[in-house]
């Protein structure tokens, strides 16, 4: 089985500007996930998504986003750009159902910088 | 707020060595207690607890869960340079959500 693919792999924008990533999740999975990783602030969640909709949300500021398909894949949109926002954007997929409790795995992750 | 704290930060052993990594958590509504393995990329599973007392293995690698305190151990017994890495503790509660801890870095000098 193909594992989780993100892209692109790497980025890099200016402050102010757009930005979407995007996720493939391992076949048959239904839960996407995303976090932020900076040296920082380590790994956080930012969000998660089960049949087209948003299921957890973690505490980030609205100008971060997501989406998902029918076929599972997911996007992630951050708007209005800031310096802070340079980080590994690390997507995770499950093959969870409401109560099931399966292990997430992580895609490559995309590299974003802002400038 | 779910919290997971991870010890030590950082680790320099040789290889052979036997290391323990610690991890301590306070989350609400507790699912599974989940170790991954992060080199220069994304994490890798390792292991994922959900009851007390019950060790996994694989390999040199093994783990164990106690609910009851709120802390997990990962074992690496004879340890070589290819396990250097950051080690990442996380805790998944009821909604499938996992907060990690900041990670232990260990290397392993020949």
């Known amino acids: 089985k193909a594992g989780v693919t993100q892209t692109p792999r790497y980025l890099i924008k200016t402050r102010g500007q757009q930005v979407t990533l995007s996720c493939s999740p391992i076949?048959?999975?239904?839960?996407v996930s995303w976090y932020q990783q900076t040296p920082g602030q380590g790994l956080q969640f930012l969000f998660e998504?089960?049949?087209?909709?948003?299921?957890n949300k973690g505490n980030f500021p609205g100008r971060f986003s997501g989406r998902q398909f029918s076929n599972s894949r997911s996007e992630m949109n951050v708007s209005t750009l800031e310096l802070g926002d340079s980080a590994l954007y690390l997507c995770?997929?499950?093959?969870?159902?409401?109560?099931?409790?399966?292990?997430?795995?992580f895609g490559p992750g995309t590299r974003l910088l802002v400038l | 707020e779910d919290k997971v704290v991870q010890s030590p930060l950082s680790l320099v052993v040789h290889e052979g060595d036997t290391v323990t990594l610690n991890c301590s958590y306070e989350?609400?509504?507790?699912?599974?207690l989940l170790w991954y393995k992060q080199e220069k990329k994304a994490p890798t599973f390792l292991f994922m607890l959900?009851?007390?007392?019950i060790e996994k293995k694989s390999g040199r690698l093994s783990s164990i869960l106690d609910k009851k305190e709120l802390f997990s151990i990962l074992n690496i017994t004879a340890t070589q340079t290819g396990d250097s890495a950051v080690y990442l503790c996380?805790?998944?509660?009821?909604?499938?959500?996992?907060?990690f801890g900041g990670g232990t870095r260990l290397m392993v000098k020949p």
């Open positions: 995770a997929s499950s093959s969870e159902v409401q109560g099931a409790g399966e292990t997430q795995y």
């Open positions: 076949s048959g999975h239904r839960s």
């Open positions: 998504y089960f049949s087209e909709t948003q299921r």
């Open positions: 989350v609400t509504n507790f699912r599974s």
């Open positions: 959900t009851s007390s007392g």
């Open positions: 996380a805790v998944a509660n009821a909604g499938n959500m996992l907060t």
